[in-house]
């Protein structure tokens, strides 16, 4: 089974609006292939939804199901206001009314499918007293030898034994060369 296209769920979000009696029934959904384990989310003050292709590839069945439940949020907010809770009375009401069980999250089976993020030793060195610390993280703050501020710089290498001895090998001028 194929995705519908982006113009066939804008059509049924329009008629979503309108069974839910929405005044303005403009709206804007686009396949977004950026989310990694959300199934969709709405801009309720821009009147746009997004889903998540790859997921939803999985589980096509529930393409109705997600699209009408970030609908239901641009229309709880058209309806009601700001000042409604997400998943809240209004939010459900909306969901039951067209027949669909108001859950807050998916239950899409996601392994596999978030990106591994990269990570990163970190280099600390301190620039007034040249103090060195290795970090996971970029950390600001005091230094620990001198008590300056905002006097770092920082070199980052992979979080690898490699990239861990490459930062304890460098010199203060090596460090200083590096930005220089």
């Given at each position: 089974m194929t995705l519908p296209t982006a113009d066939e769920l804008q059509r049924r979000a329009s008629d979503l609006l309108a069974t839910w009696?929405?005044?303005?029934?403009?709206?804007?959904v686009a396949w977004n292939g950026r989310l990694s384990t959300t199934a969709g989310r709405a801009f309720v003050r821009k009147g746009r939804v997004e889903l998540n292709p790859r997921l939803l590839a999985r589980a096509p069945e529930q393409v109705l199901t997600v699209l009408t439940h970030e609908t239901a949020h641009v229309a709880t907010f058209r309806l009601f206001g700001a000042n409604v809770p997400a998943h809240g009375r209004h939010w459900r009401a909306l969901m039951r009314h067209v027949g669909h069980e108001p859950a807050v999250t998916h239950r899409i089976p996601v392994r596999g499918l978030r990106r591994s993020r990269r990570s990163f030793h970190y280099l600390r060195f301190c620039e007034a007293c040249g103090d060195r610390v290795i970090h996971t993280a970029r950390r600001f703050g005091r230094c620990h030898g001198c008590s300056a501020r905002?006097?770092?710089?920082?070199?980052r290498a992979?979080?690898?034994a490699q990239g861990l001895a490459a930062l304890q090998?460098?010199?203060?001028?090596?460090v200083r060369a590096a930005f220089g």
């Open positions: 009696r929405v005044l303005d029934t403009s709206i804007v905002d006097s770092f710089l920082f070199l992979p979080a690898t090998r460098l010199t203060p001028a090596e």
